[in-house]
T-cell receptor, first 112, second 110 residues
């Protein structure tokens, strides 16, 4: 079946612009996670959605970052007024339970 | 202190070698444990879950020591295709958050 998809696969933007990153989770997965990974580094948790519960936003690095999940399915991560340090790979994962996660291919963001 | 700690490596081994990675976790309430594999410029993919009694999948063996709060991964008869970064992951079922180690890099040489 279809896996997690993310778009765009690559995004180049200028400092100060806003960007939106999209994640389509696996159908039926109730949990959705956003992470970011800088070059050569581990995964940094950003935000977690579980069903209709309030999201866990504890990993968002600043108020320039926000995310929403509409209808319990598609999620959008928005970064406002991008900075060069926001350059990273943004990974989305979905999960049917606490047992495992399935990752999308990521969006590579480059802020010039 | 990080939730999950791993030796970053790299571990450089010849084909056919046996190699072992360890990982420690800080929260004794952690309830699910996994090893993921991440190839260069790719997303992480689940390699195997880690069960309390230990489990094996072909050349890969995973073990959990709850008392000492560490997880291990043993790879036997290493192949060139095993070259990747191996991520140790724990889950707190109460919060359903996954905590990732920064990964251990393995290079298998001909």
């Amino acid at each position: 079946g279809a896996g997690v998809s993310q778009s765009p696969s690559n995004k180049v933007t200028e400092k100060g612009k806003d960007v939106e990153l999209r994640c389509d989770p696996i159908s039926g997965h109730t949990a959705l996670y956003w992470y970011r990974q800088s070059l050569g580094q581990g995964l940094e948790f950003l935000i977690y959605f579980q069903g209709n519960s309030a999201p866990d936003k504890s990993g968002l690095p600043s108020d320039r970052f926000s995310a929403e999940r509409t209808g319990g399915s598609v999620s959008t991560l928005t970064i406002q007024r991008t900075q060069q340090e926001d350059s990273a790979v943004y990974l989305c994962a979905s999960s049917p339970s606490s047992e495992t996660q399935y990752f999308g291919p990521g969006t590579r963001l480059l802020v010039l | 202190r990080k939730e999950v700690e791993q030796d970053p490596g790299p571990f450089n081994v010849p084909e056919g070698a046996t190699v072992a990675f360890n990982c420690t976790y800080s929260n004794s309430a952690s309830q699910s444990f996994f090893w993921y594999r991440q190839d260069c410029r790719k997303e992480p993919k689940l390699l195997m879950s880690v069960y309390s009694s230990g489990n094996e999948d072909g050349r890969f063996t995973a073990q959990l020591n709850r008392a000492s709060q560490y997880i291990s991964l043993l790879i036997r008869d290493s192949k060139l295709s095993d070259s990747a970064t191996y991520l140790c992951v724990v889950n707190h079922r109460t919060f359903n958050k996954f905590y990732f180690g920064s990964g251990t890099k393995l290079n298998v040489k001909p």
